[in-house]
């Protein structure tokens, strides 16, 4: 859909010609683009062509298009997952703790204070602080949220270590 209109500047009221050699689905995005297409409505599901300039597209009826597969992450992550929110552990000396048996999501680790001398904390899928490893956070430099968003199927246990622990939670499901 080329097209050829005047474009007038509000602030001295100049003139400028504005000339569009695009549309959807047809080229790549180039100098002569003069805007986008905000929306194509189409009866069927388009195909676009890589690295061409396409427009949003929506059913005749002005629905957004969008894969079942975004639409249930959405869901799920808004709904699903995280219905009630999170179960937190406090851990604030130099232990092994075991914050949940079985199967679960680790959600964040956030350490709120740093520990001193050698500390770190360890973060094993099991019921034991041995095992399969998630993760190692050095808490005698790293301070502030750790996400992970990660199952495991074993068991949540942190072990914590230092001359002063460090001072973290653990939120989980």
Do not use: C
Not at 64 to 85: C, H, K, N, V, W
């Amino acid at each position: 859909m080329a097209n050829s209109s005047p474009f007038v500047l509000a602030s001295d009221r100049t003139t400028v010609p504005v000339q569009g050699g695009k549309t959807n689905n047809n080229a790549a995005p180039g100098a002569t683009n003069a805007g986008v297409l905000p929306a194509l409505a189409n009866a069927a599901v388009p195909t676009w062509t890589e690295g061409n300039l396409v427009a949003h597209s929506v059913d005749l009826s002005g629905n957004e298009r969008m894969t079942l597969g975004t639409a249930l992450s959405q869901a799920i992550d808004s709904i699903l997952i995280y219905p009630f929110g999170h179960t937190f552990a406090h851990i604030s000396t130099a232990t092994t703790t075991t914050v949940k048996s079985g199967a679960g999501t680790l959600h964040i680790v956030t350490v709120n204070s740093l520990g001193t001398v050698a500390s770190t904390t360890t973060i094993y899928d099991n019921t034991a602080g041995s095992g399969t490893v998630i993760g190692v956070i050095n808490t005698l430099t790293l301070s502030g949220p750790f996400t992970f968003n990660i199952a495991f199927t074993v068991g949540l246990t942190l072990v914590t270590t230092g001359t002063v622990a460090p001072d973290i939670t653990v939120s989980y499901r």
